[in-house]
């Protein structure tokens, strides 16, 4: 199993960023896949959920309305639409899957919300 990040960055208060994660070594489209983050000093913490189709949702209160989490199980790709970030957002995100009672992490990517 292989999950990479990719695309954060440093981007200004009530700004957008689109985290991707791509996956490999498993058959994608029969897992939901989790977005976590973990800010300085904090927890990690579970961002939002998608499941294996698509069709379902969750996001945890801080995020919710402002971001967007999709998947392309043709490219085994799971997305976090971020917009209207704020300093608070600032944290490593990573990608999760569950697999046989197993969990499988990316290597993170770094979001930084500053002026």
């Known amino acids: 199993v292989q999950l990479v990040e990719s695309g954060g960055g440093l981007v200004q208060p009530g700004g957008s960023l689109r985290l991707s994660c791509a996956a490999s070594g498993f058959t994608f489209s029969r897992y939901a896949m989790t977005w976590y983050r973990q800010a300085p000093g904090q927890g990690r913490e579970l961002v939002a959920v998608?499941?294996?189709?698509?069709?379902?949702?969750n996001y945890a209160n801080s995020v919710k309305g402002r971001f967007t989490i999709s998947r392309d199980n043709a490219k085994s790709t799971v997305y976090l639409q971020m917009n209207s970030l704020k300093p608070e957002d600032t944290a490593v995100y990573y990608c999760k899957v569950l697999i046989n009672g197993r969990d499988s992490w990316g290597q993170g990517t770094q979001v930084t919300v500053s002026s």
């Open positions: 998608i499941t294996n189709t698509g069709g379902s949702t």
